[in-house]
């Protein structure tokens, strides 16, 4: 029986701007090898009638995920609702008790009664899943002819709930076989680019289902067929091949790894290491760098030299270059990885030197203008990109291709340009 998932955001946070909803996307991804159908997903108040009213919307049978207002706060509302709603009773659990107070022992803190009792209550016909993160368990059960799951609003709460959750859905019957899925993610290409290219791929096999996605590294690309259509499956394990071809360097992972952690195992492995320097991205580099644990093993340090005088006494950018052509310009920038490499002692080195806006900009330079040096053992590579978005949306792309940049040389090889002449990917009209 394939099931129809709804999604039911709960939070004033949430419709007031300050918070924006990822969760449902997470839960996406985590139902993504399934052949379920998500329906809807409903953004609610902390409020009984408005989870009220989004529960009544769904319909018997369905599989409904809620998200937020699960923790110890008066406005904590959504276990307390959706037991009024099913006409359930709420219970202590003694297991989250005890889990909950032991968890408050190792953090040395006394827990507060009041909080403890809210999260330890749990309604009739649900059974808590524990929380490896924070302290409110997540709930999952029958109810009222749905299969429910409430989790906790706190994205890395959620995120760490999520694989018991799935596991409990898969072992209850309640979701579809796996698909037979494929996946690319690549990097520094256009989603429109991206389609181009498979599009002789695509067409002539209308039994495949082809998605392509936005990440914040770049591009995904997958391929899925329906489990119980022999022709599909049999379309898609002589697809593969021909992807990977069609591809070629712009993939970074046929798993879902992120970028840093790919360019995290490759240097590692290979005992290598890296440091940065910063103008434009103040450090957004090297922080999304050592997002993955152990990143300790390759990343020495960066250095932040927005300001001229500090890239030439701490980066060595010379005094001349800098007047000459400016901050933003191949010069700077390959002194810029030069001199980190050489400071902090290093194999690798990325620079970035761009102008993010708003203001800044010239004709000549116009907002967007972006230099990314890399310097490898052999040698220093540079390339100028024209990002198209606003200050974060440019910054972002800076740091996404500064470090697939980094994968690239590390599989081209150091003596290697890791921008083929082909690539057009948010490049200056004028190259």
């Not at 040395?108 to 309604?123: E, F, I, L, S, Y």
Request: hydrophobic residues 40%.
């Amino acid at each position: 029986m394939n099931r129809v998932v709804r999604m039911i955001a709960v939070g004033d946070e949430l419709l007031e701007g300050r918070t924006a909803d990822t969760n449902s996307g997470r839960i996406q991804r985590a139902l993504g090898q399934h052949a379920v159908q998500v329906a809807g997903i409903q953004v609610v108040p902390d409020t009984e009638e408005a989870i009220s009213t989004a529960l009544d919307r769904t319909g018997s049978g369905d599989i409904v995920f809620l998200t937020g207002g699960l923790g110890s706060t008066p406005d904590d509302l959504t276990r307390d609702m959706v037991a009024r709603w099913a006409g359930a009773e709420l219970v202590e659990d003694a297991s989250v008790r005890a889990e909950l107070e032991e968890r408050w022992r190792r953090l040395g803190r006394k827990p507060v009664a009041t909080g403890v009792q809210r999260q330890c209550q749990v309604p009739v016909g649900m059974t808590p899943v524990t929380n490896p993160v924070g302290s409110a368990p997540g709930l999952v059960g029958e109810l009222k002819g749905r299969v429910l799951v409430l989790l906790p609003g706190v994205p890395a709460e959620l995120t760490g709930l999520l694989p018991a959750v799935v596991s409990w859905l898969k072992d209850g019957g309640y979701l579809a076989r796996e698909r037979k899925t494929l996946l690319w993610r690549t990097g520094q290409i256009a989603e429109l680019a991206l389609v181009r290219k498979l599009e002789n791929l695509r067409a002539p096999r209308p039994r495949l289902q082809w998605s392509w996605w936005l990440t914040e590294w770049g591009v995904d690309v997958r391929l899925a067929a329906d489990p119980e259509d022999a022709a599909a499956v049999s379309e898609l394990e002589g697809i593969q091949a021909e992807v990977d071809r069609e591809l070629g360097y712009r993939v970074y992972s046929r798993e879902m790894k992120t970028l840093p952690e790919v360019v995290q195992e490759r240097l590692i492995a290979a005992g290598l290491t890296l440091a940065t320097g910063e103008s434009c991205t103040a450090g957004l580099l090297g922080a999304r760098l050592t997002d993955p644990a152990g990143s300790s093993g390759f990343f020495r340090g960066g250095i932040l030299a927005y300001e001229n005088g500090i890239k030439e006494k701490l980066l060595g950018v010379p005094h001349a270059d800098l007047v000459a052509h400016g901050a933003v310009s191949q010069p700077v920038v390959e002194a810029m990885a030069h001199g980190a490499q050489e400071c902090l002692g290093t194999d690798y080195a990325l620079a970035v030197s761009g102008i993010s806006g708003p203001g800044g900009g010239t004709k000549e330079k116009p907002v967007g203008t972006t230099w990314l040096a890399l310097a490898t053992p052999e040698a220093v590579f540079s390339h100028c990109y024209r990002f198209p978005g606003n200050r974060e949306r440019n910054r972002l792309l800076t740091v996404a291709a500064a470090v697939d940049t980094l994968r690239r040389s590390l599989d081209f090889g150091p003596r290697v340009s890791p921008w083929p002449d082909q690539d057009t990917w948010c490049v200056p009209q004028s190259r």
